[in-house]
């Protein structure tokens, strides 16, 4: 699962749960519709957006994948949209989040976005988890589609971004979807909630329900 360049307030609180999903995916998911996964466990990879290699029938080429998972969610709503970091904080410094990656620290080819599922009891452990949905996306794909939707807006991302940053709004529209702030949070990340069924096309059928 991604960590960002510097520590963030968020790891140590949902390590434990990305783990889970991480062995739920590696028993359910990859020896069924992969040819090869090769996880990666060294810190340098992981800060490069790499949780593991792997190929697939259908893809050409190793692929790179970052798994992200709505482990927050697993007892609550079963989320219709996936969140893609935009921005966060360290401090009082605005770092830029893994889905614009400007810095271009990470080495992600695909992410493997992931819905978890629990009986209703918060998500701690893979015996948790009763069913999920995962879907690959590719990173140029996705931010291709997002490109094009944003030549539809009159408004800029970034400025947005600044918007709610600074206002007190938690949730702004922009190019037809929605981009939401999480004050609750230490980090208080900003992120662009992407349709479910948009991501499901966007898989090009890579997409499970395990």
Not at 126 to 144: C, F, N, Q, T
Request: aromatic letters at 8%; hydrophobic letters at 40%; glycine letters at 4%.
């Amino acid at each position: 699962m991604d960590m960002a360049r510097n520590s963030r307030p968020a790891f140590c609180r949902d390590s434990h749960r990305e783990r889970a999903v991480a062995e739920y995916l590696d028993y359910h998911l990859y020896p069924k519709h992969f040819q090869s996964t090769n996880r990666v466990n060294d810190k340098a990879r992981q800060l490069a957006g790499i949780d593991l290699f792997a190929t697939h029938k259908d893809i050409d080429g190793e692929m790179k994948i970052d798994e992200k998972a709505a482990t927050s969610w697993a007892h609550k709503k079963d989320l219709q949209t996936f969140a893609f970091e935009l921005q966060w904080m360290l401090g009082d410094e605005a770092m830029g989040g893994w889905f614009i990656d400007k810095e271009r620290l990470k080495e992600t080819t695909h992410w493997m976005c992931i819905w978890p599922r629990t009986a209703g009891q918060p998500l701690n452990l893979v015996e948790d988890i009763v069913r999920a949905e995962a879907a690959l996306i590719s990173v140029r794909v996705l931010r291709r589609w997002v490109r094009k939707k944003a030549s539809n807006s009159s408004e800029f991302l970034e400025d947005m971004i600044e918007r709610l940053r600074n206002g007190t709004e938690d949730e702004l529209q922009w190019a037809g979807l929605r981009i939401r702030i999480s004050r609750n949070l230490p980090e208080k990340p900003i992120n662009l909630l992407i349709p479910r069924d948009v991501l499901r096309v966007l898989s090009e059928g890579n997409h499970w329900d395990l």
